[in-house]
């Protein structure tokens, strides 16, 4: 019985551990590299960093995200409706692998409801970069 | 049993007015010394305390900002850049914080100082005041002579420094400092942690109150 319930413990531990899995270093990351700015829940700081709640600037860039966490921005921004100017620094030590869990991590947090990428996915847009 | 748990919440509640008391209560902070005096042939010892010493900068409207505009009244200090690419913008963000739960209390001011005199002219930190929607009435932005800003930034018993190896170039304390109408530091809190901004607004209405 001892072994049996044992054994459906670690069972348990690693369904968990597996399904955090995707969506805990995507989290960690945006904790460490992006949240300083951005917001605990992706809302900015007013005229100076733009919102990560702004759904539809978010989807419409999907291809041009990878390519500015890896070398910045510089250029002026608008994001719903207001004009951003500010750059935002490159992160050139991020791997695609890093970057591809930030992306799906923003891309499902903050009201966000986009579809996953795939590590080729990114490995290609980030290939296009500029 | 009830006598039991009637003293349990007493005790509760007896601590949590023990440390509300203590938050109106904030020590005076920094080295201090002692004066003596000699008042109608008596010996005295009068303690003299730490205060931020005399500075005078220009704030993101081209008016002077010194000792004196905060002359009888609390003010927050911190020590930023507005390039800063780590922990300036959670900092900025946590004051506005305050600058809003503090609206309409004039007792309450705001001093932050660039440490990149180069890039940060009056008209950057007006730029970034305007963006960040709060104005001079309450929420300095200051620049001046590079030496005075760190010179200041040690009064304030705070580091700031150039650093080629940091991210932006600069090294800094993430404090947000309080100090009181006499010059004197009365608080130090983390200015990128959301439990010590909790912590200070609670001392800041405490101390407002008296």
Redesign the interface.
Known sequence: MMRIASAFILVIIVVVTGCNSTAKPGKDLYVKHC???H??SGEG?????PPLTASKFIAEHQKQIPCWLRNGISEELTVAGKKYT??M?AMPHLTNVEISNLMNFVNTSFGNDLEKLTIKEIDKMLEGCN | MRKASFLFISLITLAGCIQYQDEGKLPILGPREAEHKTVEGKDLIDTVYHTIDNFQFVNQDSAIVNNETFKGKYYVADFFFTSCPTICPIMSANMLTLYDDFKGEPNLNFLSHTIDTRHDSVKVLKRYSTKLGVSSDRWHFVTGAKDDIYGIAKSYLVSAKEDKNSPGGYIHSGALILVDGKGRIRAYYDGTKEEDIVKMKRAIKAILSQ
């Open positions: 949240q300083n700015c917001g605990y700081l007013k005229g100076l960093i500010d750059p620094p």
